[in-house]
Structure formats: C-alpha cells, structure tokens
C-alpha cells in the first residue's frame, strides 16, 4: 500500500495550459506538502495545509492554487502553465503540523512545451 | 537566511567500504535535522530525523550526528552495499512548520 501517492507520474503539456496534480495518502496525517524540485534539483517547499486549513504559503505565482478537500488529500491545480513550471512536484505529509518525519510521494514530472 | 549544503556532490567507493556524507548549515537554530534518500526517478525515504536536542540517531547500518553549534550533521552507512547507491538528501528545519530547506545532496555510487 503506497503511503503517499501522486497523479499523474508524468505530465506534458503546452505552454498556457492548466493542469491539476493529486496527492492521497494514506497514514492518517494531518499535515501535508507540496514541495518543487527544479532542474538543480533543489527542493523548494511552496505549501502546506494542516486540517484542510492553509499553514504555509511560500513565495508561488498566483497561478499555483492549492485545493484539500479533507486532510487526506491536497491536490495543486497550475493555470497558465509557463516553461519555468517545468519540475518535478512532491506532495508529502507529516503526523502532525509541528513534529515528526516527512513522508514523500514519487513526485510528478511536469514538462511545458 | 539558512543555507545548507552537501559535500562531496558525488562519490564513489568500493562495496563495504564505510561511507561518510556531510550536511553544514548556517544557521544553528534549527528545529530538527532529517536525512533523506533518492532514487533515480522516485520519491524521497526518511532515513534519520535527528531533533536539535539529540547529538545522533541510529538505525540499522545508518548514524547520524548532529552538532548544532558548529552547523554540521554527517551521515556514517557501514560496510556499504551496492543497494546503497542513491543520492542522499540532507533538510533542516528552522521552525516547526515543516518547512524543510534542503541541500543539493550527495550522489553516491556503490561498486561491487
């Protein structure tokens, strides 16, 4: 049973378009992630909700919105994609908002043509 | 600001050899420290979570240490398996958010 699990694994699309990522999991955490790994493979955290309630909110454009229906899932919805979008996405999650380890899922590769 | 960095970028060693990796940081107030591995094309595993009141953490071949004062943490895997060839991800976390700010990580590569 994977913990974290993401969808798409993979993504291409054309610049201007909008595409949505889907994070689950499965362990019962509170808290969860989206994090962006770049071409350096830097990874960035860019949110995090807690309870469905945003906690986080680094410095994204505007186009990147965030969406937890319940606290299982945070799903990250990118309008007007750019060819700077492209990255690997991590979704990850944590028991609790203020301790312990951080789970990841495999990432979704998204590429803007 | 924090910054973290990782050293070496790569290495290379033969199979059981003891692998040593580095993680500095430069700003000591952190919160906890977390080694991470990545394989090629998938998602990062939790190997360590070290919290800033902790000076290492075991398990299995994996310890970790943690020396707040001078910014370091390092990695120590025992007689290493070719299984053990990924890159490794150091993250500090400056506050209890969850925030983790990484390093470039360590690509290691071990040789039968």
């Known amino acids: 049973d994977t913990a974290v699990s993401q969808t798409p694994k993979y993504l291409v699309t054309q610049m201007g378009n909008d595409k949505s990522i889907k994070c689950e999991q499965n362990?019962?955490?509170?808290?969860m992630y989206w994090y962006k790994q770049d071409s350096k493979k830097f990874l960035k955290i860019m949110f995090s909700?807690?309870?469905?309630?945003?906690?986080i909110n680094e410095t994204v454009p505007n186009r990147f919105s965030p969406k937890s229906p319940d606290k299982a899932h945070l799903n990250l919805h990118i309008n007007s994609l750019e060819l700077g979008d492209s990255a690997v996405y991590f979704c990850a999650s944590r028991g609790q908002w203020n301790t312990g380890e951080l789970f990841f899922g495999e990432g979704s590769r998204l590429t803007v043509l | 600001k924090q910054e973290v960095t990782q050293i070496p970028a790569a290495l290379s060693v033969p199979e059981g050899e003891n692998l040593v990796l580095n993680c500095s940081f430069t700003d000591s107030a952190i919160y906890n420290l977390q080694w991470f591995r990545q394989d090629p094309g998938k998602g990062l595993t939790s190997l360590l979570l070290?919290?800033?009141?902790?000076r290492e953490q075991t398990s299995g071949r994996l310890n970790a240490s943690l020396d707040k004062s001078s910014g370091r943490s390092t990695l120590y895997i025992a007689a290493s398996q070719p299984g053990d060839s990924a890159t490794y991800l150091c993250a500090v976390e400056a506050d209890s958010w969850g925030k983790l700010q990484f390093g470039a990580g360590t690509q290691v590569v071990v040789t039968p």
């Open positions: 070290i919290q800033s009141s902790q």
């Open positions: 909700y807690n309870n469905k309630e945003l906690i």
């Open positions: 362990l019962g955490h509170d808290t």
